[in-house]
């Protein structure tokens, strides 16, 4: 229960699968590291993620509170989180693994054409990390004006905003090896253009934006 709703009449509940091996198949339910918002334990811990409803065509993961260890190099080589069982078309470009500090970021994965549930899974390798994770799903529906294009990995549906790499931790994070970042922007009406200022952008040899 998380306090009264519809003038006091009845209760607002909150939804959240905080023990590994457990399912969240409510719209805006929470995945919860053990232990949550203490250091999570070491091992892997796997949550699963229903459909709601059959009408859903997408998960956006909200990354609320996700830290995890930096990566070495760019490199995801100790804690990691993992999101599988998606359709082909964000199969393209679903990171392998991410790591690092994620709070404040977010990812669409299109479910369309699945029908096990999808996945994720973390990986804490070090006994002494201090990871930790809340994840809000939201549920899309197909017919829903937030829905976001097939093929995005982030989506962004206001007239201004930030286009971020995961672990930017305000500029001073490393990029993570072996990505493919898309990033959509929903058409706003009464716009004409789109103007792009980047207050970090840095990228190594063969590194290069479309």
């Avoid at 760019?74 to 679903?94: E, F, K, L, Q, Y």
Wanted: with cysteine; aromatic share 8%.
């Amino acid at each position: 229960p998380q306090g009264a709703c519809a003038s006091s009449f009845g209760v607002c509940c909150r939804f959240s699968a905080n023990t590994c091996g457990s399912k969240i198949s409510e719209n805006n339910g929470y995945i919860e590291s053990p232990n949550y918002p203490n250091a999570a334990p070491s091992g892997l811990c796997q949550f699963e993620i229903e459909k709601c409803d059959t009408g859903v065509c997408q998960y956006r993961l909200v990354f609320e509170d996700v830290v995890l260890t930096n990566p070495m190099m760019g490199s995801c080589d100790n804690d990691t989180v993992m999101v599988s069982n998606v359709d082909p078309v964000s199969v393209a470009t679903v990171p392998p693994a991410l790591c690092g500090t994620l709070t404040g970021q977010e990812m669409y994965v299109w479910v369309n054409s699945t029908d096990t549930a999808s996945k994720v899974l973390f990986n804490v390798a070090d006994m002494t990390s201090n990871s930790k994770w809340k994840i809000r799903v939201e549920q899309v529906q197909c017919t829903s004006d937030n829905l976001a294009p097939r093929g995005c990995l982030t989506y962004g549906t206001t007239t201004a905003g930030s286009i971020q790499s995961y672990n930017i931790q305000g500029g001073n994070g490393e990029l993570l090896n072996n990505q493919k970042f898309s990033h959509c922007l929903k058409y706003q009406d009464g716009f004409c253009d789109v103007a792009f200022t980047a207050s970090k952008f840095d990228m190594g040899t063969g590194e290069s934006p479309t």
